[in-house]
């Protein structure tokens, strides 16, 4: 794979850089005096760079107001391996702590079996291996996807939105009003465990919901888990910062309630439009955003989205508590999730596909972190992760789930 990324004009304005591959005469070459130091990046597709301009600045200017710097790159081609080491060159110069890709880039993807005794292979897209550009991969059959990794410790917060540009404008102008005017909606936690998860939580949550702020509110009863309670909530009062543990496939949600499955999809999130923020999706497939999926639906379809942790395989986040104490203690969304990461043990085939949607430099509103600080998830056991996995793998053998190669199809100029 050719890397085919030039940096050739260097443009200054508001604390930024933009590092364009368009090719100019060099003595259009604007170099500043004095070098700066930028904390992000901010990488965008070229060919949607002049519709999003506009929005984008605004989103820079925001940013440009505390000590955080942001370096832009116009990403024309180029593999997923230049990107990756575009990352490394900005962390090892640097110390980025976050990179926010706009629009169709470069993917890396990894494939594995579960775990023994378990008929379960995968292939999906992998973010991890942005996060960490100093950890090794192998691909051992040499056919594009990676199969090994050395020891992982994420350094770079690292999320993505992908969409049109008029979704992306639409997204950039909600975290301009974010960011300068509060909340989008009402400030609390909604949690909704389904049926497969409540004999571990339901007991717990009986003796200790009396620790939890009036913001909060829990949906766990199997009795209470449906979708139409799911769907009163997000469109009546919702909440800022959701967290939902649904069996799921990259497109729908499939609630049990009573002895069979309903099903919430991504038209219903666009068209019931749920007023939620910040989403913990532990939904199976339910963040694969090389496809149609739940999670960029959740941060790009509604008036309300801003970031989600997902995951792009069978798997997700199945022990929260690291991450919502990063969180309630002012670390943004990718610096919390690095931190939970690096800090909770948590097994490969659950965290392999995890990742970040949303610009990952957003951090949630004050009254919810004085919420989530008060919120303890109880510890899940291996007996009943096995038994969860291999529940969620049944559920996963239903839906065809688009393949590398498909996705090699749709994005060729990454292949060159």
Request: negative net charge.
């Amino acid at each position: 794979m050719k890397k085919t990324l030039h940096y050739l004009i260097i443009i200054l304005f508001s604390s930024i850089f933009i590092i364009s591959c368009e090719k100019k005469d060099e003595e259009e070459e604007i170099i500043p005096e004095t070098p700066l130091y930028p904390s992000m990046l901010i990488i965008v597709e070229n060919s949607i760079y002049n519709d999003i301009e506009s929005k984008l600045n605004t989103y820079i200017n925001d940013i440009g107001t505390g000590d955080t710097t942001a370096l832009v790159i116009k990403w024309e081609s180029g593999s997923v391996n230049a990107l990756r080491d575009t990352l490394k060159k900005y962390y090892d110069e640097y110390h980025i702590k976050g990179a926010f890709l706009i629009g169709d880039l470069p993917v890396a993807w990894y494939e594995m079996d579960g775990p023994d005794n378990f008929d379960n292979y995968e292939e999906f897209p992998c973010d991890l291996y942005l996060m960490d550009p100093d950890a090794s991969y192998t691909d051992a059959d040499a056919n594009g996807k990676y199969d090994s990794h050395s020891s992982i410790h994420l350094k770079i917060g690292v999320g993505r939105i992908i969409g049109s540009s008029s979704e992306i404008k639409s997204y950039l102008d909600r975290v301009h009003n974010y960011k300068n005017n509060g909340s989008l909606v009402n400030e609390s936690v909604y949690i909704f465990v389904d049926d497969d998860w409540e004999p571990d939580y339901l007991n717990y949550w009986e003796v200790n919901t009396t620790g939890l702020y009036s913001q909060t509110d829990l949906c766990i009863d199997i009795n209470e888990t449906s979708k139409t309670n799911y769907i009163n909530k997000l469109t009546n009062q919702g909440a800022e910062y959701v967290h939902q543990m649904i069996h799921s496939y990259p497109s729908s949600l499939a609630i049990h309630y009573q002895g069979s499955s309903e099903y919430i999809n991504t038209n219903d999130i666009k068209n019931y439009n749920f007023k939620a923020s910040f989403f913990n999706m532990f939904n199976c497939s339910g963040a694969r955003y090389t496809e149609d999926n739940l999670g960029m639906t959740n941060v790009l379809g509604t008036s309300y989205g801003l970031a989600i942790m997902g995951t792009t395989k069978t798997g997700g986040n199945y022990s929260p508590n690291n991450f919502n104490s990063a969180l309630a203690n002012d670390y943004n969304w990718g610096k919390s999730f690095c931190y939970w990461y690096n800090n909770t043990s948590i097994t490969e085939e659950w965290s392999m596909g995890l990742c970040l949607l949303g610009d990952p430099m957003l951090a949630i509103s004050e009254n919810t972190k004085s919420v989530l600080i008060n919120i303890n998830f109880p510890e899940t056991n291996a007996e009943q992760l096995e038994n969860l996995y291999k529940t969620a793998i049944q559920d996963a053998k239903n839906v065809k789930v688009e393949s590398y190669e498909d996705f090699i199809i749709k994005h060729p100029k990454y292949y060159k």
